[in-house]
């Protein structure tokens, strides 16, 4: 059976219940450096950030998160905490507010085993939990995931396969964040090995031409290759906040 370690951390990145009986570490860089250790030791498959006591770091945490990992983090905040949508656009997958629905946290981090699809959709990062975006609007596109449908600014409609759906649906639903062509391989094919650029590629570079044609060349620059992957330049408005809130009052 397929199991999952996830790393709990507040927004300091001091990681919760690692003790070596030695003094606290105070230490910003050498907190930070024993989290990525952590992470990597591990294998983690998910980060569960603790923003219930917020210090007002939460936003620069997940960035921190984002910038040395591709792992899913998840964030646990108060009900009223107005900033769920910039942590969402930092780089979280998902907030939940206390107590915890455990179905919905497991739904979060569990791989389906209903097919290869839903297993690569867990790897990127986009695990289907009951109040996952079913669409996603950006820099006038409009993105329909489940129906594998991308609109373009004027109205005009183009199919996309499975696999670009997956990886449009994840760079634009994390705009701003360079995401490793390792990562988005792995979601593409968990048995990539080697180079990924051959497997990544390709797909963004049909990407690239369906918004071209949709919405010409601001459509050609929305996804940039930067130094360590690439990501979507534009502000994403995905449906999850009103849905989240809405499922917590």
């Excluded at 001091?14 to 009986?21: A, F, M, P």
């Excluded at 219930?52 to 997940?62: D, F, K, N, S």
């Excluded at 079913?134 to 109205?155: H, N, W």
């Excluded at 990886?167 to 988005?184: C, F, K, M, Q």
Aim: charged content about 20%; hydrophobic content about 45%.
């Amino acid at each position: 059976m397929a199991t999952s370690t996830v790393v709990v951390t507040r927004e300091d990145l001091k990681i919760l219940g690692l003790s070596d009986g030695g003094p606290p570490e105070t230490d910003p860089q050498q907190i930070e450096n024993e989290f990525f250790k952590t992470l990597q030791h591990h294998k983690a498959d998910a980060v569960v950030l603790d923003l219930t006591a917020p210090q007002g770091q939460g936003v620069a945490a997940i960035l921190k998160i984002r910038r040395g990992s591709a792992v899913p983090i998840i964030v646990i905040c108060g009900p009223g905490d107005r900033l769920m949508p910039e942590y969402r656009q930092a780089g979280a997958i998902a907030c939940m507010t206390p107590p915890i629905d455990l179905m919905r946290l497991t739904a979060l981090l569990k791989p389906s085993a209903a097919g290869s699809d839903a297993t690569a959709d867990a790897n990127l990062g986009a695990a289907e939990g009951p109040n996952r975006a079913e669409v996603i609007e950006f820099s006038g596109f409009v993105l329909r995931p489940k129906e594998k449908l991308l609109i373009g600014p004027d109205g005009s409609e183009m199919t996309l396969s499975a696999v670009e759906s997956r990886v449009l649906r994840h760079l634009a639903g994390t705009p701003g964040v360079v995401w490793p062509a390792t990562a988005i391989a792995e979601g593409i094919d968990r048995d990539a090995l080697g180079d990924a650029d051959p497997i990544v590629a390709p797909v963004v570079a049909r990407l690239r031409r369906k918004l071209t044609k949709l919405g010409g060349p601001e459509g050609e620059r929305l996804i940039r290759t930067e130094i360590g992957g690439y990501m979507v330049a534009a502000e994403a408005v995905p449906a999850w906040p009103a849905a989240i809130a809405a499922g917590s009052s």
